[in-house]
Nanobody
Framework: QVQLVESGGDLVQPGGSLRLSCAAS????????MGWYRQAPGKQRELVAQ???????HYADSVKGRFTISRDNAKNTVYLQMNSLKPEDTAVYYC???????????????WGQGTQVTVSS
């Protein structure tokens, strides 16, 4: 059994910063890609940022230069540092990871429960 638990969502003013965390736990053999998605009301879920095990990163154009994704492989944790936040960043942010467990030796995708980020004055 694998769990992804996010934290760090909050209400913040435009121009402010937040740091999201997502910790994976369970019978984890290895983790490949870890990433953050977001879903605003009435919109489809979209990719925000991804980081692979070797450290390469990918960002959505809308967050480049403002958001930074990082990971701590020893802690099975991924972070999203969000700076210069805008009202359009308001959404539920979901963590996603491709994980291989000891019992199932193939990569599978897992989702966290989501954390709300609201950017408003």
């Amino acid at each position: 059994q694998v769990q992804l638990v996010e934290s760090g969502g909050d209400l913040v003013q435009p121009g402010g910063s937040l740091r999201l965390s997502c910790a994976a736990s369970g019978s984890i053999f290895s983790i490949n890609v870890m990433g953050w998605y977001r879903q605003a009301p009435g919109k489809q879920r979209e990719l925000v940022a991804q980081i692979i095990s070797g450290g390469n990163t990918h960002y959505a154009d809308s967050v480049k230069g403002r958001f930074t994704i990082s990971r701590d492989n020893a802690k099975n944790t991924v972070y999203l540092q969000m700076n210069s936040l805008k009202p359009e960043d308001t959404a539920v942010y979901y963590c996603h990871a491709q994980i291989m467990t000891y019992s199932i030796r193939t990569m599978r995708g897992y989702w966290g429960q989501g954390t709300q980020v609201t950017v408003s004055s």
